[in-house]
């Protein structure tokens, strides 16, 4: 199962202070834009999203067609197809993407713990 890139996002306070904070761990913006409360950062490999006020957990993200750089990749499991294998081992949804469409679409669900998963594909 090919889940594209991953990142966590991070439910922030203050989005300001947490910039800075992530700057002096080594991390530079990749996107985002902090005037609407979000980035995303980036040290290597490792990315992360800051998001202040949008969502209350912190949540794994994983991005079907793109790489770690946000790039688009040639060849990916588009979210439908992921969709229907989780759907297939049993493993329950909390959003679905709609099977019908094409292009960007999204899906959440959680962890036996209570983590919340976001799969969203940006194409």
């Known amino acids: 199962m090919k889940l594209g890139a991953f990142s966590v996002s991070l439910s922030v306070k203050d ?19 902090i005037e609407h409360n979000w980035l995303i950062m980036k040290n290597e490999d490792t990315v992360i999203g800051l998001f202040q006020g949008m969502f209350e957990k912190n949540i794994l993200t994983f991005n079907p067609g793109w790489n770690q750089n946000a790039e688009n990749l ?31 679409a999204s899906l959440t669900l959680e962890d ?12």
């Open 74 to 104: 040639e060849d990916f499991t588009d979210i439908r197809e992921l969709q229907k294998q989780l759907k297939e081992k049993g493993i329950s949804l909390s959003t679905e993407a709609d099977e019908a469409s094409e292009g960007s």
């Open 15 to 33: 989005i300001h202070r947490s910039k800075a904070f992530y700057e002096n761990l080594g991390f530079e913006t990749l996107g985002g834009n």
């Open 112 to 123: 036996p713990d209570g983590n919340l998963i976001l799969i969203d594909q940006h194409r």
